[in-house]
């Protein structure tokens, strides 16, 4: 991979995460009713920031989980023989909840479709919102994401990075060169 370009620093990502708080807030009227599942591995960092950054502004804390959709792949085949399957952390109900479905990259819409079986498997949430720092294009599915932090679009020979400082080390985006 050859880098190419910062598309967002620390600071207008902070300021993506908080319009992507307020847009979740305001969306829903309030946050009571509301839960996060971060898609491993790259959502669950922004799923902890959004609930954050949500707790910062209404005062109240957000249900957070993590999903891992391995099982759900439609390319399951192709991955591996034996898939590496890490665990689903979701210790509270989604029934009746408005599930706000985190990761960091949307592109062809496969892993969302993927995410999607995986939460309805779990309950009957009375919604489910899609929430990406990064929209690249490309859909390969009719999804498309409720809360976009910035749209970037992309060929299909670049690759986008959201890096978070709980991981990388930093918080920005980046975009590379396959």
């Known amino acids: 991979m050859k880098f190419k370009s910062e598309i967002l620093d620390e600071t207008t990502m902070a300021r993506s995460i908080t319009r992507i708080a307020h847009q979740i807030i305001e969306k829903n ?37 993590t999903l891992d959709i391995t099982l759900y792949r439609d390319d399951l085949s192709t991955v591996a023989d034996y898939p590496i399957v890490n665990n689903t952390e979701i210790d509270f109900d989604v ?10 990259v949307i592109y062809t819409g ?11 498997k779990l309950g009957r949430p009375s919604a489910i919102q899609l929430a ?13 994401p409720d809360f976009v932090g910035k749209n970037v679009p992309t060929s299909h020979n670049e690759l986008i990075r959201v ?9 920005n985006v980046e975009l590379f060169d396959k």
Do not use: Q, W, Y
């Open 29 to 65: 009227d309030n946050v009571d009713n509301l839960c996060i599942v971060g898609i491993k591995t790259r959502g669950v960092p922004f799923g902890k920031v959004i609930a954050k950054a949500i707790e910062k502004i209404e005062g109240k804390n957000v249900n957070v989980g």
């Open 110 to 120: 496969r892993t969302v479709r993927s995410a999607l079986e995986a939460i309805i």
């Open 95 to 104: 029934n009746n909840k408005v599930v706000i479905l985190v990761d960091d």
């Open 132 to 144: 990406v720092m990064v929209d690249r294009g490309h859909r390969e599915l009719p999804i498309r």
């Open 163 to 171: 890096n978070f400082a709980e991981t990388d080390g930093k918080n």
